[in-house]
């Protein structure tokens, strides 16, 4: 059994946001080992902008609460420091510029997360635009335009990965703990 210093050396991260009608938004945050098991799992408790704040935020209100709310609270709230973080919403990317590790968008091979259109040209009308990208495991992979390094500390780190499995099911994982916590409460 690996020590615990390398399995942190090694461990994956996977950030996500969901939306919740009636009860707000919940960030989930999954660390998981080179074998694709779960090293740490956190979540946040609901969030929800008022009035106020969707007035004056405006359109910069998304990014501002699930990347430097939300995710921002989660990464600093883990134990383990993964070697890299891989995220399913565009509006989460911003956190990149609020740490130094990998930070990268995954995207389905159509160009497309959770039913939002990640094409160039729909990143293009985003503040947060990407520009490098690379593709493994049959997703797309994107990088903050300005953070090219990410990309090649990205593949690094999916190269000694253990198992080949699927860059989106560790977020279907961490919605569904979010709505089994929900149910507990």
Not at 39 to 62: D, S
Not at 105 to 128: H, I, M, N, R, Y
Request: hydrophobic share 40%.
């Amino acid at each position: 059994m690996a020590d615990s210093s390398t399995s942190q050396k090694s461990a994956l991260g996977f950030l996500t946001v969901i939306q919740d009608a009636t009860k707000g938004l919940f960030g989930g945050y999954l660390i998981l080992n080179p074998a694709g098991r779960p090293v740490e799992f956190h979540c946040t408790a609901p969030v929800r902008p008022n009035r106020a704040q969707q007035i004056l935020y405006g359109p910069t209100l998304e990014p501002f609460l699930y990347g430097e709310q939300i995710a921002k609270t989660l990464i600093e709230k883990s134990k383990i420091m993964p070697r890299a973080i891989c995220v399913d919403l565009p509006s989460i990317m911003c956190v990149r510029n609020l740490f130094s590790l990998p930070i990268l968008l995954v995207c389905e091979k159509s160009g497309t997360t959770q039913g939002k259109d990640t094409s160039p040209q729909a990143f293009s009308k985003e503040p947060e635009a990407t520009e490098t990208e690379f593709l493994w495991n049959h997703h797309l992979l994107r990088a903050a335009h300005n953070k090219p390094e990410d990309i090649q500390a990205m593949q690094k780190c999916l190269e000694d990965l253990l198992i080949d499995f699927d860059l989106q099911e560790p977020f279907q994982r961490i919605r569904e703990a979010i709505s089994e916590a929900q149910k507990a409460c």
